[in-house]
């Protein structure tokens, strides 16, 4: 009897810290990005920037203005001359949003500009990523960005 009166106080506390663990990993694991193929081809936008560099290849990327939510985001992308965008899409990370696409085109000298508008959620802070798909390369190179609501 005494044992299992140990053990009915230890389960409640025993359980608590479970729930507890599980959720803090769901919750940090739903954020974190999950790696692509090849983790030199990602990068984090910084003050509105962000630029990769593989194979002796540069690709920056850079926002015109902070992106937000319901309004027309333009981006600008300068990649080598050997290199031609075949697409970008914009997928939420944290949260299904469906594949948004960037209407980009070529400007000039391996210079792209593209403009896309992002749907609102319920998340007050929402992480997205950028996949650009180059021809001739096997997996796109990906961008990470967030929004926040106002």
């Not at 015109?64 to 333009?74: G, N, W």
């Not at 001359?81 to 944290?94: D, F, H, M, Y």
Request: charged content about 15%; some cysteine; glycine content about 4%.
């Amino acid at each position: 009897m005494i044992t299992t009166n140990k053990a009915k106080k230890l389960l409640v506390p025993t359980l608590i810290l479970a729930i507890a663990i599980l959720v803090y990993c769901t919750q940090y694991f739903r954020i974190t990005p999950t790696p692509t193929k090849g983790l030199g081809n990602q990068c984090e936008f910084v003050n509105l920037h962000c630029s990769i560099v593989m194979k002796n290849d540069n690709i920056d990327a850079e926002f015109a203005q902070s992106p937000v939510v319901e309004e027309s985001i333009t981006v600008n992308l300068s990649l080598p001359l050997s290199k031609q965008v075949q697409s970008i899409w914009i997928e939420g990370v944290n949260m299904y949003m469906g594949k948004i696409p960037v209407l980009a085109e070529q400007q000039d000298n391996g210079d792209w500009s593209g403009w896309f508008m992002l749907g609102s959620c319920s998340e007050p802070t929402m992480r997205w990523k950028m996949l650009i798909h180059v021809e001739n390369e096997e997996t796109p190179y990906v961008m990470f960005f967030e929004t926040k609501m106002p």
